[in-house]
Every structure is written in structure tokens, then in C-alpha cells.
Nanobody
């Protein structure tokens, strides 16, 4: 079983920055990709950014140029550096990881519990 623990959310003023972290633990054989999604009240969950173990990244158009995703493979941890935050970035941010679990050698697609990001003056 693979678990994800997120940290780094909070309240920030428009134009400010936050850094989210998500650490994966448990029976991990491989992590093929990790990503961040967000869900605002009354809206569907949407992809924010995703990174593969090989370092390929993709971003939502709304965050490109402001957010940067990175992954420390040795620590099984993904980061999301968020700069120039806007009120419309307010949402619960969820971490996701996909790969192969050790022991069972089956695929996993796991979500974290979510961390609130609020951008407001």
C-alpha cells in the first residue's frame, strides 16, 4: 500500500508564494509519475501540474509560468512551487502518485488527503 502525505498549504496574499510538498511512502517499487490537482468549491478536480520519473512535466495553462513542479526521486517527494498566486488559485490541492507497488507488483494510483490553499487579501 502506498500513502501520500501533503504539506505546505495555507493562507497567502495575492502575488505571494507557497511551496507544497508531497511525500510517498509504503510498498513502492516504482513511481512513474506524480502530480498535483486542485478542486475549488463547486468545481471539478483539475490537473495543475504533473511530472514523470524521467522529468517530463506538463502544466495547466492557467498556471504555466507561475508554478513549477519538481520531484526528488531519492526521497519519493514531489514539490509544487507556486508564485504570483491569484485568488482564483484558491482550492484544495491534492497530490497523486502512480506506479508499481512492491510485493504485489500491481499498479497503484494513489491520492493524498488534500491541503487547502487560500489566496486572499
Amino acid at each position: 500500500q502506498v500513502q501520500l502525505v501533503e504539506s505546505g498549504g495555507g493562507l497567502v496574499q495575492p502575488g505571494g508564494s507557497l511551496r507544497l510538498s508531497c511525500a510517498a511512502s509504503g510498498s513502492i517499487f516504482t513511481i512513474n509519475a506524480m502530480g498535483w490537482y486542485r478542486q475549488a468549491p463547486g468545481k471539478q478536480r483539475e490537473l495543475v501540474a504533473r511530472i514523470t520519473s524521467g522529468g517530463y512535466t506538463n502544466y495547466a495553462a492557467s498556471v504555466k509560468g507561475r508554478f513549477t513542479i519538481s520531484m526528488d526521486n531519492a526521497k519519493n517527494t514531489v514539490y509544487l512551487q507556486m508564485n504570483s498566486l491569484k485568488p482564483e488559485d484558491t482550492a484544495v490541492y491534492y497530490c497523486n502518485a502512480a506506479g508499481i507497488a512492491g510485493g504485489s507488483w500491481s499498479g497503484y494510483d494513489t491520492w493524498g488527503q488534500g491541503t487547502q490553499v487560500t489566496v486572499s487579501s
